[in-house]
């Protein structure tokens, strides 16, 4: 069982910058995919980032791609997902989820644990 605390959304102008923390407690994150998704009202649940546990490797949404760095650090059982160039596009509930599966999973269906989120909302 893992469960995933999500920190760091707030409010900012655009162009500003954020970054979000993950902090799991339970055994064996070191062995889950991590991976971070966005939810604004009305719309799915999108995928933004994933990062492997094997490598390290990473994955990237179109839209975020070059403004998104998502990290992991083992030690901690902390995910980040450092946020830069911010649009108000990309105002929405962040979660975070973690996988017991090697590479780095897209989909909602491959993750097993979801956090509460985190609101991040980009003014214009």
């Known amino acids: 069982q893992v469960q995933l605390v999500e920190s760091g959304g707030g409010l900012v102008q655009a162009g500003g910058s954020l970054r979000l923390s993950c902090v799991a407690s339970?055994?064996?994150?070191?062995?889950?995919?991590m991976g971070w998704f966005r939810q604004a009202p009305g719309k799915a649940r999108d995928f933004v980032a994933a990062i492997s546990w094997t490598d390290s490797s990473t994955y990237y949404a179109n839209s975020v791609k070059d403004r998104f760095t998502i990290s992991r650090d083992d030690a901690k059982n902390t995910v980040y997902l450092h946020m830069n160039s911010l649009k108000p596009e990309d105002t929405a509930v962040y979660y975070c989820a973690a996988a017991r599966v090697v590479g780095m999973p897209r989909s909602t269906s491959l993750y097993d644990y979801w956090g509460q989120g985190t609101q991040v909302t980009v003014s214009s």
């Open positions: 339970g055994r064996g994150f070191s062995s889950y995919a």
